[in-house]
């Protein structure tokens, strides 16, 4: 079980997702974190920098929007998540 999940909603910016992912990926890998990249609106861009990247990537039906992709994260997510702490 992943020591904490990390949700990443995202739309049609590859580019920014890749620099993130840059910055996220390797410290979420020491720590034992997973990464899921929500794909709103199917864009292949987006899927090819995520996997890139080592995130999962999930589909969200488009446009679901910020707050459908995040939820969709919440669902999907393997780490013991204190719905508390969820932002």
Same mark, same amino acid.
């Given at each position: ?6 949700? +990443?909603?995202?739309? #049609? ?33 987006? @899927? ?17 929007? @910020?707050? @459908?992709?995040?939820?969709?994260? +919440?669902?999907?997510?393997? #780490?013991?998540?204190?719905?508390? #702490?969820?932002?």
């Amino acid at each position: 079980m992943p020591t904490a999940t990390i949700v +990443i909603p995202t739309r #049609s910016r590859p580019g920014y997702l890749g620099v993130a992912l840059a910055a996220i990926a390797p410290q979420a890998r020491e720590a034992g974190a997973e990464v899921l990249v929500l794909n709103d609106g199917g864009d292949t861009a987006t @899927a090819q920098v995520a996997t890139l990247h080592g995130a999962t990537v999930l589909e969200v039906p488009a446009p679901g929007g @910020a707050n @459908a992709a995040r939820n969709a994260g +919440i669902e999907a997510a393997r #780490s013991d998540l204190d719905r508390k #702490s969820v932002v």
